[in-house]
């Protein structure tokens, strides 16, 4: 089975940049979707960002993040990144990378492969 791991949180000040990385244990473009969440504490998993498998390039963004966020993935080394910009003091949270054969959703229920999560802080 795929096993994912996160890195690259940290903390920044409002309006700047992080770029996460999730290295997958195999192969898994064209047959996965990976899938970034966050959490804050006290409130639930928000689905993030997720590139499909199953159809090239296809990705799908929260609202809250859209034009701010960037996922993509790098086939040889097996690792999805999101880049994100222009940061907030609410994007403040713990993100985990997720994966799951087959079609994207950014419904934290559809996943079945979980890293332990990495943090980002944003003060202001």
């Known amino acids: 089975e795929v096993r994912v791991q996160e890195s690259g949180g940290g903390a920044v000040q409002a309006g700047g940049s992080l770029r996460l990385s999730c290295v997958a244990s195999r192969y898994t473009y064209n047959t996965y979707c990976m899938g970034w969440f966050r959490q804050a504490p006290g409130k639930s998993r928000e689905g993030v960002a997720a590139i499909d498998g199953e159809e090239v390039h296809r990705t799908r963004y929260a609202d809250s993040v859209k034009g701010r966020f960037t996922v993509s993935q790098d086939n040889a080394k097996n690792t999805v990144y999101l880049q994100m910009t222009t940061l907030n003091p609410e994007d403040t949270a713990m993100y985990y990378c997720?994966?799951?054969?087959?079609?994207?959703?950014?419904?934290?229920?559809?996943?079945?492969?979980w890293g332990q999560g990495t943090q980002v802080t944003v003060s202001l």
């Open positions: 997720a994966a799951r054969s087959g079609t994207c959703y950014l419904a934290s229920s559809w996943y079945n492969i």
